[in-house]
């Protein structure tokens, strides 16, 4: 098991970008994925991309693909998701989890999650 501690978040404007970070505090190297995810209000939880921790192979929604990426520090044993030309559509709490097995895209292969961080957009 590992802890997942997100930062980053807050306002932006249409069109802004935001960063946010997620921390893994454990055993990292049990990790094979870190996925994000977002849910809106009244809408069901959304998977964003993951990242392979390894060789940080990445792999994005259709939906953000063109404006989102995850990135990774090793050594700072940190994941990051960058979105570019935030729309307000992206107001969303976001989520990062931690996943044991390979091609995870669904909530139920992530063993571990963040605690969530609220991105609103401003038109």
């Known amino acids: 098991q590992v802890q997942l501690v997100q930062s980053g978040g807050g306002l932006a404007q249409a069109g802004g970008s935001l960063t946010l970070s997620c921390v893994i505090h454990g055993r990292a190297f049990s990790v094979y994925e870190v996925g994000w995810f977002r849910q809106a209000t009244g809408k069901e939880r959304e998977f964003l991309g993951r990242i392979t921790w390894i060789a940080a192979e990445t792999h994005y929604a259709d939906s953000v693909k063109e404006r989102f990426s995850i990135s990774r520090d090793g050594a700072a044993q940190t994941v990051y998701l960058t979105m570019n030309s935030l729309k307000p559509e992206d107001t969303a709490v976001y989520y990062c989890?931690?996943?044991?097995?390979?091609?995870?895209?669904?909530?139920?292969?992530?063993?571990?999650w963040g605690q969530g961080t609220q991105v609103t957009v401003s038109s």
């Open positions: 989890a931690a996943s044991r097995t390979y091609d995870a895209e669904t909530e139920d292969k992530y063993d571990d």
